[in-house]
C-alpha cells in the first residue's frame, strides 16, 4: 500500500482567494495524480503530475486554475485559483503502486474545501 | 473512452448479512484493471478488492470478493457478514493496462448497515 498526506484535511476559504493543498508520499513515486469530488458527486481526475515535467491536465482543467507543482518524488502541490463556491469539493491526492502484475492506486485522506 | 455504470444509488443490508453491488463497464480495451473502493464518511478513498482482467479467477479480500464477467463487462462486489463499518459509499472504477493509470469511476453506491 501507499501512506499519503494531505494538508491542509479541511478548510473554509473565501471567494477570489487562492489555497495550496500538499501531498506528502511515503516512498518515491514517479506519478502524482489529483482528482477532483464535488458534493455527492463521483471523483474526476484534473491531471498528472511528474517529476521534472509539466503536469498533464485532463479536459476542462486548467493551469492557470489548477497549478501543479512536483518539485521531487514524494511531493506535489495543487493550488485551487480565484477560488468560487463550485470549487467547494474534496481534493484527494493519489499515486500508483505496482503490486504483483501491475499496478494500483492509492489516496490520500482528501482536502476538504469549502468556498463561501 | 471508458464508462463505468452503477446502477443502485444505495443499497441497505442487515449486520451479519451479505449484499452485492452491480457495477458494469464499457470498453475495447483487452488489458484493464477494475477496483472496488470504499469511501466511508470519513472521505477517504480506501481499496477493497483489484481485479486484473487477463486472470478468471475472482479476486477475494477477506469478506470482500467480486463476480468478474468479463464477457458481460460485469463486476460485482460481494461483502459477506456484513459489519456496522461497512456503511459507506463504494466505488467501482476502471483502469487500462500499460502506463495510463487514469481511473475512470461510477457514480457510487450508498451501502448502510443496519444493526
Redesign the interface.
Known amino acids: ?1 501507499a501512506v499519503i498526506s494531505q494538508k491542509p484535511s479541511r478548510d473554509i476559504c473565501q471567494r477570489g482567494t487562492s489555497l495550496t493543498i500538499q501531498c506528502q508520499v511515503d516512498s518515491q513515486v514517479t ?1 502524482m ?1 489529483w ?1 477532483r469530488q464535488q458534493p455527492g ?5 484534473i491531471a ?1 503530475a511528474n517529476q521534472g515535467s509539466e503536469a498533464t491536465y ?1 479536459s476542462g482543467f486548467v493551469i492557470d486554475k489548477f497549478p501543479i507543482s512536483r518539485p521531487n518524488l514524494t511531493f506535489s502541490t495543487l493550488t485551487v485559483s480565484n477560488m468560487s463556491p463550485e470549487d467547494s469539493s ?1 481534493y ?1 491526492c ?1 499515486v ?1 503502486r505496482t ?12 482536502s ?1 474545501l469549502t468556498v463561501v | 473512452a471508458q464508462t463505468v455504470t452503477q446502477s443502485q444509488p444505495e443499497m441497505s443490508v442487515q449486520e451479519a448479512e451479505t449484499v452485492t453491488l452491480s457495477c458494469t463497464y464499457d470498453t475495447s480495451e483487452s488489458n484493464y ?1 477494475l ?1 472496488w ?1 470504499k469511501q466511508p464518511p ?6 477493497v478488492i ?1 481485479q ?1 482482467a487477463y486472470k478468471q479467477q475472482n479476486a477475494t479480500e477477506n469478506r470482500f470478493s467480486v463476480n468478474f464477467q468479463k464477457a458481460a463487462k460485469s463486476f460485482s462486489l460481494k461483502i459477506s457478514d456484513s459489519q456496522l463499518g461497512d456503511t459507506a459509499m463504494y ?1 467501482c ?1 476502471f ?1 487500462k ?1 500499460g502506463s495510463n ?3 475512470t ?4 453506491t450508498l451501502l448502510t448497515v443496519n444493526p
Open positions: 500500500s506519478m495524480f482528482y458527486q463521483s471523483l474526476t481526475l498528472t485532463e474534496i484527494l493519489s500508483s503490486q504483483g502484475s501491475g499496478n494500483t492506486i492509492y489516496f490520500g485522506e482528501g476538504w | 484493471y477496483f473502493y470519513s472521505r477517504q478513498m480506501i481499496l483489484r486484473e466505488f472504477a483502469m493496462g493509470y487514469k481511473l469511476f461510477g457514480k457510487g
